[in-house]
């Protein structure tokens, strides 16, 4: 078992940057690959970023691409979501979640077996 815990949301202008973090607790966590999903209420949830458990390979939605980096410490179990130059349509809740699928791109939510509770991002225009 895994559990993931977010932090690092908040309000920030447009324009601005947060770093969100994911801490995961369980020894296998470097076995995992791990990606960033965001949600506003009444829409699915759509994915933002992932990255493969030897951080050899990452994953971006053409929403965020050169605007936001996922990077991941298998030292200290945690995944980070660095998010730049925000727009006021990032504004969303941020699930931190993990797949135990081997090999993919990691863009459908269907292939995480693990999931945090979110944390709230709003950016305002």
């Known amino acids: 078992q895994v559990q993931l815990v977010e932090s690092g949301g908040g309000l920030v202008q447009a324009g601005g940057s947060l770093r969100l973090s994911c801490a995961a607790s369980g020894r296998t966590f470097r076995r995992y690959a791990m990606g960033w999903f965001r949600q506003v209420p009444g829409k699915e949830r759509e994915f933002v970023a992932s990255i493969t458990w030897s951080a050899g390979n990452t994953y971006y939605a053409d929403s965020v691409k050169g605007r936001f980096t996922i990077s991941r410490d298998n030292a200290k179990n945690s995944v980070y979501l660095q998010m730049n130059s925000l727009k006021p349509e990032d504004t969303a809740a941020y699930y931190c979640?993990?797949?135990?699928?081997?090999?993919?791109?990691?863009?459908?939510?269907?292939?995480?077996?693990?999931w945090g509770q979110g944390t709230q991002v709003t950016v305002s225009s």
């Open positions: 979640a993990g797949s135990m699928i081997y090999s993919g791109s990691y863009v459908s939510a269907l292939m995480y077996n693990y």
